[in-house]
């Protein structure tokens, strides 16, 4: 956690190179950091580089006919940016990175200067990833739309009810597992 450190843009960009190898990292929080969009297109290299990564472990299971298990595949699971003026255009660039991602769980954005634009592009990314759980965007005072808000709720609602272990290509591939759950 680098939370409320005044590293600012440069120095973010120097520490990523490291962290985007890193598979042992499950959560980073870099709220209060005085990042900004720009720093977007950073996480989503990283948020791209790590999903690369994760679906070649992920093959590598399936070699012999085994279901993939996303869920103990290591890496990123949650990342923490409360507090960064990130704004829409950050949104625009995680959620792209987001699209292909199937192991990040939460994302918290709270005061992170989103409007009812960014809040519509991650409602976008969710009707398609159905691995994010949490999705923080309280104090988002530009988020005006509490229909887009209830949206994104049920959503939400939906990856947590579902228990979804494992998508690829939009198909759930653990339904038989969970029909044969006592």
């Known amino acids: 956690s680098l939370k409320g450190s005044v590293m600012g843009q440069k120095a973010f960009n120097e520490i990523f190179p490291t962290i985007r190898k890193s598979l042992n990292i499950t959560h980073l929080d870099f709220s209060q950091c005085k990042l ?10 990283l948020l791209r580089s790590q999903t690369l990564e994760r679906h070649t472990q992920t093959w590598k299971h399936t070699l012999r006919y085994n279901d993939p298990d ?31 991602d199937y192991w990040i769980r939460a994302l918290d954005l709270q005061q992170c200067d989103i409007s009812d634009e960014g809040a519509k592009m ?6 398609d990833n159905a691995s994010i759980s949490v999705l923080d965007l309280r104090l988002n005072p530009k988020i005006k739309d509490d229909k887009l808000l209830e949206k ?11 228990d979804i272990e494992c998508f690829t290509n939009g198909e759930l591939l653990q339904e038989s597992k969970k029909a044969s759950k006592p």
Do not use: W, Y
Request: glycine content about 8%.
């Open 36 to 45: 900004s969009d720009e720093s977007c297109s950073v996480i989503g290299s």
């Open 70 to 100: 996303f869920v103990s595949v290591s890496g990123l699971k949650r990342i923490t940016l409360n507090g960064n003026p990130i704004g829409d255009e950050g949104c625009e660039v995680i959620t792209t990175a987001m699209q292909d």
């Open 122 to 127: 991650f409602l976008v990314m969710l009707e």
């Open 152 to 162: 994104i709720d049920n959503c939400l609602d939906r990856n947590k009810q579902n």
